[in-house]
């Protein structure tokens, strides 16, 4: 039997991470505060990855939720986390395609924070939160958009975007909200040191790992990786590529 989950290089590279995207601790903490979440909330979180985002929100706003994610990993990780953080009873983690959940009753907040692809882009995943909102709801995406143009394809391919209209400049990611119909009404923006955080402490687990698993069957892929994401990188992804969170309501 095959069970939908994610490649085992994901599991490897994201390591002991508990945010799988380019927010540190403090920026998440940050949205979770400019939102103004009513305690007793109702939020859904596709893509939830390890669930960091719905554990610290119901233990810090007393908020409840769902994640659901594709990863058997991950959910185990987040299930792991809500009972660590005293949450178990507010939060509960469900392993699937995030794509074609419908939750049962309409939700306060949806967020899919650095996962625009189940909806194959941010319209799509709009669309799709917008369906589990009520009216009035807030959604949250994340998404990566150019700091600066990149100057070539080298830079687009460094930055993991498949050509460069894969992703807006900032302006051009704020217009396409408002085109989808929706108010900005907060965000949060990575930096280059919240980046560091996510891209660097790849390297250590990547690295951890090959010395652990030599003989791995993965091991020269990610030998590869390790050797050569630290200088594409910095040239590139710190330079080229922003990311942030953005709370949407309809208008
Ligand atoms: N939102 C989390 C995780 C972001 S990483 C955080 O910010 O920490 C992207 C996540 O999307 C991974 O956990 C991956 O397992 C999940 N994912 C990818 N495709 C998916 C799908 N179709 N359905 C559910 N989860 C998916």
């Not at 995207?21 to 979770?32: I, V, Y």
């Not at 009513?38 to 554990?55: I, T, V």
Request: with cysteine.
């Amino acid at each position: 039997m095959t069970t939908l989950d994610l490649p085992r290089s994901f599991t490897i590279r994201e390591g002991d991470l508990r945010i799988l995207n380019p927010f540190d601790e403090a920026k998440l903490a940050t949205l979770g505060r400019v939102i103004k979440l009513a305690p007793g909330a109702e939020l859904l979180d596709l893509c939830s990855g390890k669930g960091e985002l719905l554990c610290t929100w119901a233990r810090d706003h007393g908020i409840t939720g769902t994640g659901v994610d594709i990863s058997t990993g991950f959910t185990a990780a987040a299930r792991d986390r809500a009972a660590e953080l005293g949450v178990g009873d507010r939060v509960r983690f469900v392993h699937g395609d995030a794509a074609a959940y419908v939750p049962e009753q309409p939700v306060d907040v949806a967020a899919c924070v650095g996962a625009t692809w189940i909806g194959d882009g941010v319209p799509g995943t709009l669309d799709l939160l917008d369906r589990a909102l009520r009216p009035g709801g807030m959604a949250l995406v994340g998404e990566p958009y150019w700091r600066q143009d990149p100057p070539d394809a080298e830079a687009v391919t460094a930055s993991h975007a498949r050509s460069r209209d894969d992703f807006h400049d900032l302006p051009g990611l704020v217009r396409l909200f408002g085109g989808c119909g929706w108010d900005l009404v907060e965000m949060v923006l990575a930096d280059q040191d919240s980046w560091d955080r996510y891209a660097a402490a790849h390297w250590l687990n990547l690295r951890r790992w090959l010395d652990a698993n030599p003989d791995d069957e993965l091991a020269p892929e990610l030998r590869r990786e390790l050797t050569e994401d630290p200088l594409s990188y910095v040239r590139f992804r710190r330079e080229y590529l922003g990311w942030g969170v953005f709370a949407l309501l309809r208008r």
